[in-house]
């Protein structure tokens, strides 16, 4: 009976998805953002691979409400490090959100795709790029 109990338990942590840390805009799919409030302190670290030239990743912080919007920070084809990697620190409490565009096209890239495992969120533009972030590093003082 103890056998049929563990393996019960496996086959259903098996089926469980990894929750995600990020959600994409569901209706045009051109925005996508952290599921939660973020705090002062907080760091979102961003893998950027496979992008075109022009391609840009914006990182902004919502107005009250959400209709307006503050560009923080960016990276993009022209500026990335040797390693790809870009850490956003956030300066102020408040909503965010990610908007991945050509400026050469002066248009936003839809999400193509969504590959959610524990530990990252990828996604895969129409344009073929991929941006996989890392959950939240939040910064706490002692």
Avoid: Q
């Avoid at 009250?64 to 560009?71: K, R, V």
């Amino acid at each position: 009976m103890k056998h049929l109990i563990t393996i019960f338990v496996l086959i259903f942590l098996a089926g469980c998805e990894p929750s995600s840390f990020i959600i994409v805009e569901p209706t045009y799919k051109r925005t996508f953002s952290p599921s939660e409030r973020l705090k002062e302190g907080d760091e979102i670290k961003v893998l950027l691979e496979h992008l075109l030239p022009g391609e840009k990743l914006e990182f902004y912080k919502c107005g009250e409400p959400c209709n307006t919007a503050t560009n923080v920070g960016s990276c993009g084809y022209d500026n990335l490090s040797e390693t790809n990697e870009v850490t956003f620190r956030v300066k102020e409490d408040g909503k965010y959100y990610f908007w991945f565009n050509s400026i050469t096209e002066n248009t936003a890239i839809p999400v193509a795709k969504e590959i959610v495992r524990e530990g990252a969120h990828t996604i895969i533009t129409e344009s073929g790029s991929k941006i996989t972030v890392y959950p939240v590093l939040r910064l706490t003082s002692l």
